[in-house]
């Protein structure tokens, strides 16, 4: 059984919603899914006054450590002018060591 990574960001809750969509449609196809979501680098209070909103049955992935035991990657993140939000660009600067050993290679994404 394939071992997938649903990876994700969402300020407002869309991206979590669709990160749950494709880890069911994952698990549809007999794939352990874990759904984990990055964490948020915005203060606390600043987050609180725009109305963040955290999905309660995703768990944190706070560092990029366990990212190897994935047989595949899914990546969900809004955009942010036109790139990734800082929060998900955070957490992958963080995952260097997994380049430069090359534990990523050949993992579906």
Do not use: C, N
Request: aromatic fraction near 8%; proline fraction near 6%; charge should be negative.
């Amino acid at each position: 059984m394939a071992r997938v990574l649903v990876l994700y960001y969402s300020s407002y809750g869309h991206i979590a919603k669709m990160a749950e969509a494709v880890a069911e449609g994952a698990r549809g196809e007999g794939a352990q899914v874990d759904v984990l979501r990055v964490p948020e680098t915005a203060p606390a209070e600043v987050a609180a006054a725009a109305g963040f909103a955290v999905h309660p049955d995703h768990s944190e992935m706070p560092e990029p450590d366990d990212l190897a035991i994935y047989d595949g990657i899914v990546v969900g993140a809004p955009t942010r002018g036109g790139r990734r939000p800082s929060q998900m660009a955070a957490f992958w600067d963080r995952a260097g060591g997994h380049w430069f050993t090359g534990a990523l290679v050949g993992k579906v994404g």
